[in-house]
């Protein structure tokens, strides 16, 4: 990664964290907490991971894991919210 | 060679992630169980230090890859200095985690359910709290063993068996750095802002 | 010729330190064989315990502990490691033309790891014994004895090797294959064991995490799982089966992997429908991660997600039906070898359709109302686990002894304990879909009289699987002493059989040319 691309992505992260924690304050709610803290984990990934540039079957190990940690959660809050 | 080494670090990373969901899938059972406890939960929290240890941890996720930019442009001192600022920025993210620790538990906030006299109360509080330490605690574990390796591939480009031609180390280790940001930027919301 | 991988280097230090994988192999096997014998025992003094009513032999408590000690060592210490551990190793670098693992120090200290898991689970049992059935189920298993920690701890332990080995046996395949092989030219065994690899790396974890949360609750009374607090049971039950329900694909896929090999070799043909088997494996391995809320449809858990768990599962059987088709059709007009290896694939086949369909059975909720914790259940997972992975070790033992002796067994005796095992499985759990359909439930020391002809039977067939269990390890070790020496007894065309019986510490003299795995054509 370029010197700038690295720069960039910090400075968007730090930007990210700060509309995090005034939406906060404001009452923003779950889902965009959990938004801007995706878009954070895809900055960090394809940046500074470099998974953007690497090889497929890295970022298919991320995105598999991703997945089954998603589908466990989704399972178990699944069940509790529903019963 | 070095390709099997990254495909390694990937696969420990996906493994580690793993190990975390079933505490996030824990958290996320009992906020929908208990969505006003966990509401006043976060409320106690201390904000100021979950914010400052979210700037600490990605300032350092861009010190460590500003370190491997450096040894590819063939700058090893200044890599050094950059990765002797992540070492720095570790400390201090462990220090206040401690140092916030120590308030909680001055005011009756512990582990455990029957150990809980803190402010708030009803069910699913204590549950709460659990959770928070179980994750954090978890999670600095995993900031103390990245904060050795970290240290250990500084001393390696201290000592120059780290260089420009040769640096996957730093590569791997960096990784490994990164993925344990990555946690703490969903532990962030779900224990300082979501209230 | 070069010396094999058994004398050179010599000394008892080359073997402890060896970064050699079929050493480490081999070490894994002898261990895990030790295991199912100690499994083997509590399961057989349970059946035995079993044949009067009112268990003249051991008290509910001891009961409790046997077949939860029964489970737990079976699972753990022989299932999870046993084809994949010991013949995966063995195999996997062989069949793809490699040298070893893509981490030889990392796969010793697996097995290392391994082993110290097992001693402490040991430690578990001597130190009072475990009561909590396999599953571990909260409360009670954070509020039972102190010997369940031991067993929790060597049990997390063995997980860390798991993991271990799955990350191996992926580099590996990523990256040591032979030149010019491509994914698409590598063994369906090889298929299976990464198949089996990405189970082993993603659900291992989510187990080691929820062992270690029993621990600290049993530890520290943490509660994380305790109704007092607003804590729920069931969210145990939620990360203990998203990894064990994976499990059961751990150990199934790596005899599936057999059987294609098996399958292919002794119909002198190559495998049919290559490409649905590798996407059948790898299908297993995803599907088997959706579908873990099967085993909780009693348990508390909402109607909504019993209902979506219970439609996922029938998904697998798609893929499982999709390989028995494949298998039989490689069969068809093949030049039929009717040997030990091959005797021992006819009855996995046959009992892992019967097992696989009383799984669909029982994944269907309404029906597993009635069934579920009684010995249906039961008898369904054993089909499974004993009728398939246990039959797939005992063909992959058959298959590859010669490769890893150098010589060959008795084909009478083989074929004679192949019938005993058969026949005293079929024996023993047949029953056991009657007296769970009849309502028995498992785990029950005691049962009312009118059982009593059906567990008689059942303990009849356990004694005979066992008498020809124990006939196995008998000629199987007057063969390594006494039999004659044979090279590739078998015609296989497949990789490992190219260098020498046994193999030399390198694996392969020269390097290998690649040829194709299955080519039976130009193999008389």
């Known amino acids: 990664m370029t010197a700038r691309s690295l720069v960039f992505t910090y400075i968007l992260l730090v930007v990210l964290a700060a509309a995090s924690w005034l939406l906060a304050d404001v009452g923003g709610g779950t889902a965009v907490a959990l938004l801007i803290a995706a878009l954070k984990t895809l900055a960090i990934a394809l940046v500074f991971m470099e998974l953007w540039i690497g090889h497929a079957s890295d970022r298919v190990i991320a995105v598999v894991a991703l997945f089954f940690v998603v589908l466990l959660c989704a399972g178990a809050l699944a069940d509790v919210v529903t019963r | 060679m070095n390709r099997r080494y990254h495909l390694a670090v990937w696969i420990v990373i996906a493994s580690e992630a793993l190990l975390f969901a079933g505490l996030f899938a824990l958290y996320w059972s009992y906020r929908g169980e208990y969505p006003a406890a966990f509401s006043s939960g976060v ?50 993210f462990l220090a206040l985690k401690l140092f916030e620790w120590s308030i909680h538990i001055h005011d009756g906030i512990v582990p455990g359910i029957h150990y809980y006299s803190g402010p708030a109360a009803g069910r699913g509080i204590s549950l709460f709290f659990t959770l928070y330490y179980m994750m954090t605690g978890l999670h600095a574990l995993h900031v103390v063993a990245g904060l050795s390796l970290v240290v250990w591939v500084l001393v390696r480009v201290r000592r120059g068996t780290i260089f420009p031609e040769r640096y996957v180390a730093l590569e791997l280790v960096a990784l490994y750095w990164h993925f344990v940001d990555v946690v703490w930027v969903f532990l962030w919301p779900m224990f300082y802002l979501m209230r | 010729m070069p010396a094999s991988f058994w004398s050179e280097p010599r000394g008892l230090r080359s073997w402890l330190l060896t970064h050699d994988h079929k050493r480490i192999g081999v070490m894994y096997l002898f261990t895990v064989l030790f295991f199912l014998l100690l499994g083997g025992m509590f399961a057989l003094v349970l059946r035995l315990s079993l044949v009067t009513p009112e268990n003249a032999l051991v008290s509910a408590h001891t009961y409790d502990k046997l077949f939860t000690q029964h489970g737990i060592v079976m699972v753990w210490l022989f299932m999870i490691p046993s084809i994949p551990s010991a013949f995966g190793n063995i195999l996997l670098p062989l069949m793809i033309g490699a040298r070893d693992v893509a981490f030889p120090r990392l796969n010793l200290a697996s097995y290392y790891i391994f082993l110290v898991g097992g001693i402490v689970v040991c430690v578990a049992l001597i130190a009072g014994g ?13 509020s039972s004895a102190a010997a369940t920690n031991w067993a929790v701890i060597g049990v997390f332990i063995t997980g860390i090797s798991s993991i271990l080995t799955g990350l191996n046996f992926i580099a590996t395949v990523h990256t040591m294959r032979l030149k010019g092989m491509r994914w698409r ?45 607003g804590g729920d049971p069931v969210l145990f039950q939620h990360l203990f089966w998203f990894y064990s329900h994976p499990a059961v694909y751990i150990m199934i896929l790596p005899a599936m992997g057999v059987v294609a090999e098996v399958v292919s070799t002794f119909s002198h043909r190559r495998p049919a429908w290559y490409g649905a088997i590798v996407l059948a494996s790898l299908g297993i391995a995803l599907v088997g991660f959706l579908t873990w809320g099967h085993h909780m449809f009693v348990a508390g858990m909402s109607t909504f997600d019993s209902g979506v768990f219970g439609a996922l599962s029938m998904l697998v059987a798609i893929f499982s039906a999709i390989k028995v088709f494949a298998w039989v059709s490689t069969m068809y007009g093949g030049s039929i070898t009717l040997a030990t290896p091959l005797l021992y694939v006819f009855t996995f086949i046959f009992l892992f359709v019967f097992g696989g369909m009383s799984g669909v059975a029982v994944a269907t909720t309404s029906l597993d109302v009635h069934w579920h914790d009684t010995y249906f259940v039961v008898a369904h997972f054993h089909f499974i686990m004993v009728g398939g992975t246990m039959t797939g070790f005992l063909a992959a033992l058959h298959y590859w002894f010669p490769k890893l002796s150098g010589r060959m067994y008795s084909e009478t005796w083989a074929k004679l304990a192949c019938a005993a095992v058969s026949i005293g499985f079929i024996l023993t759990f047949t029953p056991q879909f009657l007296l769970g359909n009849a309502g028995m439930p498992r785990r029950y020391a005691t049962y009312p009289a009118q059982y009593q002809w059906l567990h008689v039977l059942s303990t009849s067939g356990a004694c005979l699987l066992a008498l020809g269990m124990f006939t196995v390890a008998a000629y199987l070790l007057y063969a390594i002493v006494r039999g004659p020496h044979v090279d590739n007894p078998w015609r296989s065309a497949s990789f490992e059989w190219r260098s020498a019986s046994p193999p030399p510490s390198e694996n392969f003299v020269d390097v290998p040319v690649l040829k194709d795995a299955y080519d039976y054509e130009d193999v008389p």
């Open chain 3, 130 to 142: 475990v009561d909590t059935g396999w599953t571990f189920y909260t409360p009670y298993s954070t």
């Open chain 3, 185 to 229: 030219d590598m063994p369906l065994f090889v298929w299976n064991l990464y198949s089996t690899s990405i189970i082993l790396v993603l659900a291992t974890p989510v187990l080691g995490l929820v062992l270690l949360l029993v621990g600290a609750d049993h530890i520290w009374a943490l509660g994380i799982f305790e109704p007092a607090a």
């Open chain 2, 43 to 92: 409320a106690l929290d201390i904000h100021w230090i979950g914010g400052l240890n979210t700037f600490i941890l990605l300032t350092s996720s861009f010190t460590i890859a500003w370190s491997i930019h450096m040894m590819r442009t063939l700058r090893p001192r200044a890599a050094l200095w950059s990765l002797a600022a992540t070492v720095v920025l570790g400390l201090a």
